[in-house]
Every structure is written in C-alpha cells, then in structure tokens.
C-alpha cells in the first residue's frame, strides 16, 4: 500500500534527490559486481590478443634520436636539450628510442601467456594431487605432503636464479619454474576439503552403490572442492604475474629484447631521474592488473561460499 506524502512525513521517511539515489544504486552494483576490475581485465586480454594490431610502433624497433621522449602531454629539460612530446609516441620512448607504448602492449601478451600456462598447470597437477592425497591417505598422502612442505619452504627467487645460470634464459625455463610455484596452493586446500567431503553421506553411498574410484572422485569429489579450486586460482594468476615482473627485473625471465613488463621496469629504473616514463608505466599496469584480479578472485570467493553470499545479498 503506498503512503502518502503526509504519512512519510510523519514518520519521518524522505525521499533521496535524484543523483544521490543514482549514486546510491552504482556504489550497490560496484559492491555486488566487480565491474570495474573487469572491465580492466577485459582490456588487458584485448590488448594482449591483438598487441600486434594495437602496437602504433614494433616493440623492438627504436634510435638513438629517439631516446628517452616524453609523453605526448610532457615536456622533458634535461639542461641540455627541450624535447617536446607529440602523438606519434604517446607514452614516449625508453633509452633506445623504443616506443613504450609498443612494448608496454606486447608485455601484456607475455604476461598473460606465462601467467595463463602456468596457471592452467598449476590448477590440473595441484587439484589432480590434492583430491588423490586427501582421498586415499596412508602413505601416498604423507608423500604429497612432504613434497608440498619441501616446496614451501625453498626459497623461490634463490632457485630461478640458480636455474638461469645453469641453464639460460629462455621462456621454457621461465613457464617450467612457473608452475612449480603455482600448483603448491592448490594441493593444500583442495586436500583439506576432500578430507571433509570423502566423510559425507552420498560418497559413503556411492562406495556402497559400486561406483570405482576414479568415478568418485570425479562426480562427486571434484564438483565439492572445484569452486575453491577456482577462486585460489583466480587469486594466485596475481601471484604469478608479480612473480614474473620480480624474474624479469632480476635478469631471470623472457630474454632481451623481447619486452616484458618486468624488463622495463629493470631497464628504465637508472634513469628515473631524467626520464621516469619507461618505470612507471609498466610499474602501473602490473598494479592495476594484480589489483583487479585480487578484486575478482575476493568477490568469486563471496559469490561462491553460500555463507558469505548471504551477507553480499
């Protein structure tokens, strides 16, 4: 029944203007969505599918003319010279005349591909070891466990270095120490959760019924811990790309010169004085780009645990 204005009045109910109630709806859509992450998510897989097509320069490409101009917006007075920026270099070139822009598009391409690869390995071996370990226990789940504390406990960086030295830079060997980092955290939260789930009713009846092994595990072990699987994986591609940037800057990623944001941070950092486009740029879109993720894979973890999506709702 709809009150009247008088009655509203009276108990003291007022109506919102117009753009505060707009206001009020986006800022419920934003907590409900993650639409913003998203949509910068979004433009990075565009941008990394058809950097070649983007690119208004090669990421290779450059001249000692060329070196170190400013954004199309700045103006760069090193006392010996005034370089204006203009349009054909938006972002400005690095210390050899490379345009940033170019480069910044192609190591969105790295990125994606090495997070994504590893990522797609870590997911397969750890949830693989971690529903196996959890169900079958004795010795093959004491085995498992000892590899994942082995693994915690080795000092990532140490190692890639190490590998570098002994084997080379190459992207093989930068995708293989990938995803020995990422299936670690699936193998423990996919063991808990089948530990819990293998003591339900429907998998006591399922043993019961007949059913085999690997079709336990499959129809009704899986489906329970695929959710978490997910969202640790949404939250580890992060993780992965931070680690990525780390190995590049140290020298121990995707060699020279094919641009990965790492690289140009480790490049551009000994003229940040004179010229600190090359830095920041790549430092900017590896925040943005771990943050959006960080952004998703909290709200998939709400919208998936029936307990959390009941506060969202």
Sequence with gaps: MQMSQIERDLQGI????????????????????PSLPIAILSVLIFIGIFAPV?????????????????????????????????????LGT????RDVMSRLFYGARISLVVAGIALTSGFLIGTSMGITSGF????????????????AALPFLMMALVA??????????????MALLAW????RVTRAQTLVIKTEPYVDLARVAGCSTPRILIRHILPGVLSTAVVIATLSVGSLILAEAALSF?????????PTWGAMVQEGRNYLTTAWWPTVFPGVAIFMTVMSLNFTGDWLRDRLDPRLRQLMD
Excluded: C
């Design 184 to 187: 670690v955290p699936f193998v």
């Design 250 to 258: 140290l020298g121990a990623g995707v060699p020279s010169p094919t």
């Design 94 to 97: 690095d210390h050899a005349g």
């Design 136 to 151: 079958a226990g004795g010795w093959w789940d004491e085995v498992v466990t000892r590899i994942v504390d082995i693994f």
């Design 14 to 33: 007022r109506d919102d203007p117009p753009v505060i109630r707009e206001l009020v709806a986006a800022w419920r859509f934003t907590r409900r969505y």
């Design 164 to 177: 570098t030295m002994m084997f080379g830079q190459s992207l093989k060997l930068l995708l293989v120490l």
């Design 54 to 90: 983007l690119a208004p320069h090669s990421e290779r490409a450059g001249g000692i003319r060329d070196r170190h101009l400013p954004p199309a917006w700045a103006v760069l007075d090193d006392g010996f010279s005034v370089k204006v920026g203009d349009m054909n270099h938006v």
